[in-house]
C-alpha cells in the first residue's frame, strides 16, 4: 500500500464505513448517504482552522489594496523602493501573503483521498467490491457482508444526472443546486465593491484599462466556474455531486461566519448582511 493509500484513503474509507455501520445499525434509511454527509462536514470541520485562515489572509491582502495602490502609484518606477515599501507595509499589518497558499495546498490531498474514496463506495456495481473495500477495512468486525443499498431520497448514489432520460427529469435538479451552491461561495470570495483609491494624473490609460479587465474577467470567472462544476455534476454520480454540496454549504457557512458574504450581500436582506 502507497503512503498515500495508507495516510488518507484508508482512513477515510474507515471513517465512512463506521458511520455507515452506525446509521444501518440504528435503521435509519438511506444510511451511505447519510455516512457521506456526516464525513464530509467532519472533513471540513477537521480543516476548518486552514480554511479560516486562508479567509482571514485573504481578507487582509484585500484590505490592503488601497495601501497598495497607492505605493505602486508613488514608487511604481522603482522597483527596490516599491517593494521595500510593500514589506514594510505588510510587516506593519502582520500579513503574511504566502499565509493564504500554505492551508489550501495542505487541503488538497485531502480533498483528493475523500474524492477517490466516494468514487469507489459509490459505484457497487465494480468487480470484487465487497473484497476490494473488505481488504482495507481495518476490523474484520466492520467488513461489509453485502453490498451497500445506494437508495438515498428516490435516487441511487450511482446515478448519474446524465442519464436523466432513463432515470428522470428530476435528477437534473442536481446539476442545477450544485451550480447555484458554487455561484453563491463564488460570489461571496469576491471582495465589496470599494470605492477605487485616487489615481495619480500620471497614471498610464493602458494599465487602466488593464485593471478595468483583471476586475471583469473576475466576474466572469465567478460565472464560469459555477458553470464548469455544474457540468461536471452532471457526469458524475449523485454520491459525488452529495459531498460536493455538503462541503460547499458548509464553506459558504464558514465564509459568512468569518469575512461576511462579500459580493453576495448586495442579493441579502439588510439585516442577513454582514
Known amino acids: 500500500m502507497n503512503p498515500f493509500d495508507a495516510l488518507l484513503i484508508t482512513p477515510i474509507l474507515n471513517l465512512l464505513i463506521v458511520f455507515y455501520k452506525v446509521f444501518l445499525f440504528i435503521h435509519i434509511p438511506g444510511a451511505l448517504g447519510l455516512a457521506i454527509i456526516i464525513l464530509t462536514i467532519i472533513v471540513r470541520l477537521i480543516l476548518w482552522p486552514l480554511t479560516a485562515a486562508q479567509l482571514k489572509s485573504t481578507q487582509k491582502m484585500a484590505a490592503l489594496k488601497p495601501h497598495l495602490d497607492r505605493i505602486k502609484a508613488e514608487h511604481g518606477q522603482d522597483k527596490v523602493r516599491h517593494q521595500e515599501e510593500v514589506t514594510k507595509l505588510y510587516k506593519e499589518h502582520g500579513v503574511n501573503p504566502l499565509a493564504g497558499c500554505l492551508p489550501l495546498l495542505v487541503q488538497i490531498p485531502v480533498f483528493i483521498a475523500l474524492y477517490r474514496v466516494l468514487l469507489e463506495i459509490v459505484d457497487p456495481t465494480k468487480t470484487d467490491f465487497l473484497t476490494k473495500i473488505n481488504s482495507k477495512i481495518y476490523f474484520s468486525a466492520m467488513h461489509l457482508d453485502k453490498i451497500p443499498n445506494t437508495f438515498f431520497f428516490g435516487l441511487r448514489l450511482e446515478n448519474k444526472p446524465s442519464d436523466w432520460a432513463h432515470i428522470g427529469f428530476f435528477i437534473l435538479i442536481i446539476p442545477i443546486l450544485t451550480g447555484l451552491f458554487q455561484y453563491v461561495q463564488s460570489k461571496m470570495l469576491m471582495p465589496t465593491a470599494q470605492t477605487q483609491a485616487i489615481k495619480p494624473k500620471t497614471k498610464e490609460k493602458e494599465k487602466e484599462s488593464m485593471e478595468d479587465a483583471m476586475a471583469s474577467m473576475q466576474s466572469q470567472m465567478s460565472l464560469i466556474m459555477p458553470a464548469m462544476i455544474a457540468f461536471f455534476s452532471y457526469g458524475f454520480p449523485v454520491g459525488l455531486s452529495l459531498y460536493w454540496?455538503?462541503?460547499?454549504?458548509?464553506?459558504?457557512?464558514?465564509?459568512?461566519?468569518?469575512?461576511?458574504a462579500g459580493s453576495f450581500n448586495k442579493y441579502l436582506p439588510e439585516n442577513w448582511k454582514k
Do not use: M
Not at 245 to 260: A, P, R
Open 245 to 260: 454540496n455538503t462541503f460547499t454549504i458548509i464553506g459558504i457557512i464558514q465564509q459568512y461566519l468569518i469575512s461576511g
